[in-house]
């Protein structure tokens, strides 16, 4: 069982930052591919990036490529999301999640892959 408990959501002006964090309970923390995803009123489930278990290979979505950087600190037990440039449009509740990977390199692009999920915080975007 891992236990995903996210923060640093809140409110900002468009233009502005905010750095997401995501710290897991589990002590086998590193063996986890981790991927933030969001998700808007009336939209589906969006996947934001993804990270390997070492942090060495990284995905991010069309939509925030350019502005987003995650991160993952293994002996820290968290991940991060940093979010620059932001715009009305990033305004959802922001996920965390964790899926169990043999491989190193390997992480899911499928919502459905990943096991365990954080409660979700909200990022409201102003314009």
């Known amino acids: 069982q891992v236990q995903l408990v996210e923060s640093g959501g809140g409110l900002v002006q468009a233009g502005g930052s905010l750095r997401l964090s995501c710290a897991a309970s589990?002590?086998?923390?590193?063996?986890?591919?981790l991927g933030w995803f969001r998700q808007a009123p009336g939209k589906e489930r969006e996947l934001v990036g993804a990270?390997?278990?070492?942090?060495?290979?990284?995905y991010y979505g069309d939509s925030v490529k350019d502005r987003f950087t995650i991160s993952r600190d293994n002996a820290k037990r968290t991940v991060y999301l940093q979010m620059d440039s932001l715009k009305p449009e990033d305004t959802a509740v922001y996920y965390c999640?964790?899926?169990?990977?043999?491989?190193?390199?390997?992480?899911?692009?499928?919502?459905?892959?990943?096991?365990?999920w954080g409660q979700g915080t909200q990022v409201t975007v102003s314009s």
């Open positions: 999640a964790a899926d169990l990977q043999v491989l190193d390199s390997r992480f899911s692009l499928k919502s459905n892959d990943y096991n365990y």
């Open positions: 990270i390997s278990r070492s942090g060495d290979n990284t």
């Open positions: 589990s002590r086998t923390f590193s063996v986890y591919a």
